[in-house]
Structure formats: C-alpha cells, structure tokens
C-alpha cells in the first residue's frame, strides 16, 4: 500500500463549489474557494495555503465542512468547447435527464431533454424568479432566492422542476432541472469549472 501524498491537490466538492459561486461578489471565503479552480489544474495543498488569507485553520475548517477534498492526482480544468460541453455537462445533474443552463436575463445557452420551446419558457422563468425575489426584499422578503423547487404532487415528495443560481466571475447562470436534481455530483464542479475556464460570458450560434 503506497503512503498517502503529503502534498496532495485540493478541488471544490458539489457543496463547496455551490458556497463559493453562491454570489455576483464573492466574500474573502468564497474567493479563497474559488481559487481552487484555476484556469490550468488543480493546486497543491502548499500552493493553496501559501496563498494570502489562506491558512490551516482555513483548510481544517474546509476538509470538515465538506467543501474541499484532497486528491492524490493533478485534475486539468475542462478545455472543449462550451457549446457541445454544456449539454453533456448538465444532464447528469438531472435524474430524469432534462435540464437546461440559461444567463441571468434568461436566455437560454444549453438544453437536454427538453424541447427548444420548453428550455426558452424555462429559462424567461428563472430570470422572472429572481426580479420576483428582488421586489420582495424590497419589501423585507429575508430569503435568498438562490434555488426554489415546484413540485406537481400535494405530497411535494419530488420537486417538477428546480431553478439555481449560480455566479461565475460576476455573471449570473440559472441551472433548471426536470425531475430529481442531482447536484451532490462531481459533474456540477466541472460544470462551473468548465464556465470559468471560459472566462467570458457566451452567447448561443
């Protein structure tokens, strides 16, 4: 049996990265976090902790947290095409298989499982969802409006459709998903690792 790495690489877990990419302005947690997904590969636990505002206590607070993992082998950040990635990327975080990826003003940049017309209905839904929320704590609504679930059954056992927003370098994404969302998935890292890769926002050809 091989001795454990004593400088593994660090990388985000599903809850980590939706902590990190939770906000247009990440706090100083979240951007530390963030930096676990460099345009390149993975980093080193030194190269991490030497990183200003990193630290053990950080790191212990992460690792028990559940928002960071250590890996014994380096991981390369996604490098496709987002266009043909995206569909991949996102079907796996659906257990029926039906998703889609919209901007924050609700246009519609990848679709599985869904037709054209129901992805875009979708994707104007979500934006609508979050100006909603924004009316709402204007009025001293104290929720997030991050994620909201719409079930079909009175049992509300399993949600219809689920709505979430995430932030990559200052732009808003809504990830919609049809039946039983499977975010604790290691496809939703790479899912915002490949976005961030990309480093601009994209529009659809």
Known sequence: MNPPNPDPYLMLTPAGALLAFADRAPDETAALLQSLMPRGVSLRRSEWLARPGA?????????NEGWVHEVERELHAPDVRLDNYLPHAIAGLSGARMAALASDDGFCLARVGYSQDEADTLCVAAADFFDFVARQKQRGFKG????????EGIDMLLPATTFMLFWVDGVGYWLIVGGEPLLNNRALVELIWGIRV???KFSAT
């Open 55 to 63: 630290g053990v206590l950080l790191l212990e607070r992460a690792l």
């Open 144 to 151: 997030t409006g991050r994620a909201v679930s719409f079930h």
């Open 198 to 200: 990309a480093g601009t």
